[in-house]
């Protein structure tokens, strides 16, 4: 090497690195104000489910109470490959009505829906080609393809349809042989992202095993944006940071500081029952007043809510859960306006009572005031403003939350 060409190599090299870095930077900043986002931005409210093998044992294996996730069973209970493969031969979901799951989310309210396909079980709720021994076609006796029955009546009922798939973990195909298991999942992708209409955006998982690193992070990312350049992912680097990918996870039991969710798109994931997202027969059932406070905190964090339900392995969602969900339909048929198409963080209004506030996203001079908890009679709510207001409204005379 002579100096010139030297520093002629240093040059490239420097230049290239500082292009693929814009380039992630592009991405994860156009993802904020882009068309691609704005469904997304839009909405506000989704809901997503966590269905599978592990809805038979509903939290309970061989006669006691396991704790923690439902859908985590095989690991908490240590079940045998053997023991935990007999459950597929017993799937057989006869009340199973995707017309229904997805017209129950619309009356809720919720204008998206996410299905789990591939859980950390790695049992596949779609006609895989990939996988021959453990999917819903080859391995029970219902062979009905879900994901597909689920994508057509999302599109049928009007609601983005997303997929969330364990691409980190999966202790049925082992991903110790990770270039095995890369290939078999980047095929499956490829699958999901194919044959199943059109996807709102994908939920990668797993993110904390050895085998993940930044790089196959980076990769899967633009992988998955060749096969659909409109698509959407979470951060699969780092669910709880918006940092990378197009919007970051609070994950109940994983929130991230609240400052962070000043930068970047969020999603707020909540549950219907406590410390599961697969249905557990034995779980409390929170309140839908919390859980409807919960979501007016997002929104007037500029985050999306996404409540999580858990059916059972019949197929119907569980009664508790259909009475939350009626709940949030009820009040958002009220509320709705102050929900969807806003914005959060708004300054310049201060409140003398535990409100939050947001702002409709196509006219900046509404904004709502959301009252948790009603005052005493006695008490009136102060607001304060920096610019005059010309009228004040109701958009409810009947308070639902007690
Ligand atoms: C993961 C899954 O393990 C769980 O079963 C469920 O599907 C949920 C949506 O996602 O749960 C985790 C696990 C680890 C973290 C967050 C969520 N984490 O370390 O931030």
Same mark, same amino acid.
């Given at each position: 090497?002579?100096?010139?060409?030297?520093?002629?190599?240093?040059?490239?090299?420097?230049?290239?690195?500082?292009?693929?870095?814009?380039?992630?930077? /592009?991405?994860?900043?156009?993802?904020?104000?882009?068309?691609?986002?704005?469904?997304?931005?839009?909405?506000?409210?989704?809901?997503? @489910?966590? #269905?599978?093998?592990?809805?038979?044992?509903?939290?309970?294996?061989?006669?006691?109470?396991?704790?923690?996730?439902?859908?985590?069973?095989?690991? +908490?209970?240590?079940?045998?490959?053997?023991?935990?493969?007999?459950?597929?031969?017993?799937?057989?979901?006869?009340?199973?009505?995707?017309?229904? #799951?997805? +017209?129950?989310?619309?009356?809720?309210?919720?204008?998206?829906?996410?299905?789990?396909?591939?859980?950390?079980?790695?049992?596949?709720?779609?006609?895989?080609?990939?996988?021959?021994?453990?999917?819903?076609?080859?391995?029970?006796?219902?062979? +009905?393809?879900?994901?597909?029955?689920?994508?057509?009546?999302?599109?049928?009922?009007?609601? @983005?349809?997303?997929?969330?798939?364990?691409?980190?973990?999966?202790?049925?195909?082992?991903?110790?042989?990770?270039?095995?298991?890369?290939?078999?999942?980047?095929?499956?992708?490829?699958?999901?992202?194919?044959?199943?209409?059109?996807?709102?955006?994908?939920?990668?998982?797993?993110?904390?095993?050895?085998?993940?690193?930044?790089?196959?992070?980076?990769?899967?990312?633009?992988?998955?944006?060749?096969?659909?350049?409109?698509?959407?992912?979470?951060?699969?680097?780092?669910?709880?940071?918006?940092?990378?990918?197009?919007?970051?996870?609070?994950?109940?039991?994983?929130?991230?500081?609240?400052?962070?969710?000043?930068?970047?798109?969020?999603?707020?994931?909540?549950?219907?029952?406590?410390?599961?997202?697969?249905?557990?027969?034995?779980?409390?059932?929170?309140?839908?007043?919390?859980?409807?406070?919960?979501?007016?905190?997002?929104?007037?964090? /500029?985050?999306?809510?996404?409540?999580?339900?858990?059916?059972?392995?019949?197929?119907?969602?569980?009664?508790?859960?259909?009475?939350?969900?009626?709940?949030?339909?009820?009040?958002?048929?009220?509320?709705?306006?102050?929900?969807?198409?806003?914005?959060?963080?708004?300054?310049?209004?201060?409140?003398?009572?535990?409100?939050?506030?947001?702002?409709?996203? /196509?006219?900046?001079? @509404?904004?709502?005031?959301?009252?948790?908890?009603?005052?005493?009679?006695?008490?009136?709510?102060?607001?304060?403003?920096?610019?005059?207001?010309?009228?004040?409204?109701?958009?409810?005379?009947?308070?639902?939350?007690?």
């Amino acid at each position: 090497f002579n100096t010139n060409s030297m520093k002629y190599f240093k040059l490239t090299f420097v230049i290239l690195f500082t292009a693929s870095h814009l380039f992630q930077l /592009s991405y994860a900043q156009s993802s904020q104000t882009s068309k691609r986002s704005s469904w997304f931005r839009d909405a506000r409210v989704g809901m997503i @489910v966590h #269905w599978g093998l592990y809805s038979i044992p509903a939290g309970v294996w061989k006669g006691k109470q396991i704790p923690w996730y439902g859908e985590w069973i095989k690991d +908490r209970a240590s079940i045998s490959d053997t023991d935990y493969a007999k459950l597929a031969s017993r799937f057989y979901p006869e009340k199973f009505n995707a017309d229904e #799951w997805i +017209r129950t989310a619309a009356d809720a309210g919720m204008k998206y829906f996410c299905i789990v396909t591939k859980h950390h079980d790695g049992f596949c709720l779609w006609n895989t080609k990939e996988n021959n021994d453990w999917n819903i076609k080859s391995a029970t006796p219902f062979k +009905r393809d879900i994901v597909k029955e689920l994508s057509d009546a999302c599109q049928q009922h009007g609601i @983005v349809y997303a997929l969330y798939y364990s691409s980190g973990l999966d202790w049925h195909y082992p991903s110790s042989n990770w270039p095995s298991y890369k290939k078999y999942y980047y095929n499956q992708l490829k699958e999901l992202l194919t044959n199943y209409g059109k996807i709102g955006y994908l939920w990668f998982d797993g993110e904390w095993t050895t085998q993940w690193n930044a790089k196959e992070a980076e990769e899967l990312y633009n992988y998955v944006r060749g096969l659909d350049p409109e698509i959407m992912t979470n951060n699969p680097k780092k669910k709880g940071s918006s940092a990378f990918g197009d919007f970051g996870l609070d994950e109940e039991n994983y929130s991230p500081p609240a400052s962070d969710f000043k930068t970047g798109l969020w999603e707020r994931d909540r549950l219907v029952q406590y410390n599961t997202w697969g249905y557990k027969s034995w779980e409390p059932w929170k309140k839908s007043a919390d859980l409807i406070r919960d979501m007016i905190d997002a929104a007037s964090l /500029s985050m999306n809510f996404c409540l999580n339900v858990g059916p059972k392995a019949d197929g119907s969602f569980p009664p508790q859960a259909l009475a939350i969900l009626k709940d949030f339909g009820r009040w958002l048929k009220v509320n709705g306006e102050a929900i969807y198409k806003t914005k959060g963080f708004v300054k310049n209004i201060s409140i003398n009572f535990d409100c939050r506030i947001t702002q409709n996203t /196509s006219n900046d001079s @509404v904004w709502y005031v959301h009252v948790l908890k009603w005052p005493e009679t006695k008490k009136s709510i102060k607001i304060t403003t920096s610019f005059p207001i010309t009228s004040v409204a109701a958009l409810d005379q009947s308070i639902l939350m007690k």
